[in-house]
């Protein structure tokens, strides 16, 4: 996201991802287990396996970078399922808790010398 304008091409991006993501539930009867609560453990797993792989300061990027992508692009998808699911605006989404993060965590500014 650049700024807080939302570009019509990653809301495209991602709700393309999200109807292929549906017709693969779809195609594999899968759609009466993506509840909201199944959803988010999938997501929270997905995530353990991310973290695993750092487990002990390993470096994963460094040795297992595929491992790595493929553990986030696991998240993401579980995130985009969720948000399709439970009908979240995820870049609408995004762009209100980073304008309340901005106000709840204002940058600090230098003071002059």
Same mark, same amino acid.
């Given at each position: ?8 091409? #990653? ?83 995004? #762009? ?18």
């Amino acid at each position: 996201m650049r700024g807080h304008i939302v570009h019509r091409e #990653e809301s495209d991006e991602i709700e393309r991802l999200q109807a292929m993501l549906r017709d693969f539930a779809r195609a594999r009867d899968w759609e009466k287990y993506h509840t909201p609560r199944n959803l988010s453990a999938l997501i929270a797993s997905e995530a353990g396996e991310l973290l695993a792989l750092f487990r002990w300061d390993q470096d994963a990027l460094g040795t297992r970078l595929r491992d790595v992508r493929h553990e986030v692009a696991d998240v993401f998808l579980g995130i985009l399922r969720f948000a399709d699911v439970a009908a979240i605006d995820l870049v609408s989404a995004a #762009e209100e808790k980073l304008r309340l993060n901005a106000e709840k965590y204002p940058a600090r500014k230098e003071s002059p010398p």
